[in-house]
């Protein structure tokens, strides 16, 4: 059930936000815009394919896999600052936050 959570919030969560980046980010784009952009973010658990198992219900991804690393999350957080890359960084933030959740929760 954790596991079906989870996923589900990496959609569910961008669709709370993006109405909110609609309005403030660029309001001649739609909320649906932003929540493709930011539920897209997670091809970034591709680098779980690097792994074995792939899938392991007790492993924290954050700082195992190397695109959830904390120098990959720095990246992320250095994405905030050019608007072009802003909504993708949000996404991959927001991912990260998620996963951290889900390893506390382990």
Known sequence: MR???HIMAHFLIPATISPWMSKHMAPQRSWKYYWVIMSATIVVDLDHLLANPVY???RCSIGFH???SIWAIGVYVLLLVPEKTR???????VH?????????MM
């Open 3 to 5: 596991a079906f959570l």
């Open 56 to 58: 392991d219900p007790s």
């Open 66 to 68: 190397p695109l959830h």
């Open 87 to 93: 909504v993708v960084s949000v996404g991959l933030l």
């Open 96 to 104: 990260m936050m998620l996963d951290s959740i889900d390893c506390i």
